[in-house]
């Protein structure tokens, strides 16, 4: 029988098992989410790499170099890069806590939920300029609810230099699916091409077109 074939089967359905076996697939999902992380195309361009994920605390390092450079008179990091860097490793943290909370449920169904994360409010407070040979950006869970993840986040250089802090926001999956998670082809599409502070709320009722316009000429007016 094959070893991951308990994987594609329901919480009642998949044999008990032993407490090594549990901390052997946890390890397992937690070098999944760093291999993912440093598998994302823009964190393998300015050379980030997640170094430490655990069920509250996740840690990721960068190295300066040339074209991480956002004002060439000090040559310091670019703020671009540093919120880049403290928003993904919020979101992965955010993906363990969220992986944590579905527990009991088949794995494919919590990696669909987990998928689903996405940022919807985020702040960066630059304390300093971004000197320093490398950075460190360690982000934590402070408050987890019944719909969201809230995390705090900070960056420091190699000497231990506070660089920046940050809070984010996540959305978290319900523990008891209510609806297909929605595809391309239905209404609920429309919202990912809405400005990302309303696609949340509008990813995760039901769409209608005329629900859409509505919020599209909402948002242009304001821009207005």
């Excluded at 991951?4 to 697939?25: N, V």
């Excluded at 390092?61 to 310091?76: K, R």
């Excluded at 297909?180 to 502070?197: K, M, N, R, W, Y």
Aim: hydrophobic share 40%; glycine share 6%; proline share 6%.
């Amino acid at each position: 029988m094959n070893s991951d074939m308990s994987e594609t089967l329901t919480a009642d359905q998949a044999p008990k098992l032993s407490p090594e076996e549990r901390a052997a697939r946890l390890e397992k999902r937690r070098q999944q989410l760093i291999d993912g992380f440093n598998a994302i195309p823009f964190i393998v361009h300015v050379g980030g790499k997640l170094v430490y994920i655990g069920e509250d605390e996740a840690r990721a390092e960068i190295s300066m170099a040339p074209h991480l450079v956002g004002n060439t008179f000090q040559q310091i990091l670019h703020g671009g890069v540093i919120a880049t860097l403290l928003d993904s490793v919020a979101g992965v943290v955010s993906m363990a806590a969220a992986y944590g909370r579905l527990k009991g449920q088949a794995t494919e169904e919590k990696m669909r939920r987990m998928a689903q994360l996405g940022t919807i409010d985020m702040r960066i407070d630059y304390l300093r300029p971004g000197r320093g040979e490398s950075f460190i950006a360690t982000a934590k869970v402070v408050r987890i609810g019944s719909k969201i993840c809230a995390t705090q986040m900070t960056l420091h250089n190699e000497k231990d230099a506070l660089i920046a802090t940050g809070n984010a926001v996540f959305p978290l999956p319900p523990t008891k699916s209510t609806r297909p998670a929605p595809s391309f082809s239905e209404p609920a599409f429309a919202a990912a091409t809405l400005p990302q502070v309303h696609r949340w709320p509008l990813a995760h009722r039901a769409l209608s077109r005329q629900d859409a316009q509505q919020s599209t000429q909402h948002w242009l007016a304001h821009r207005a």
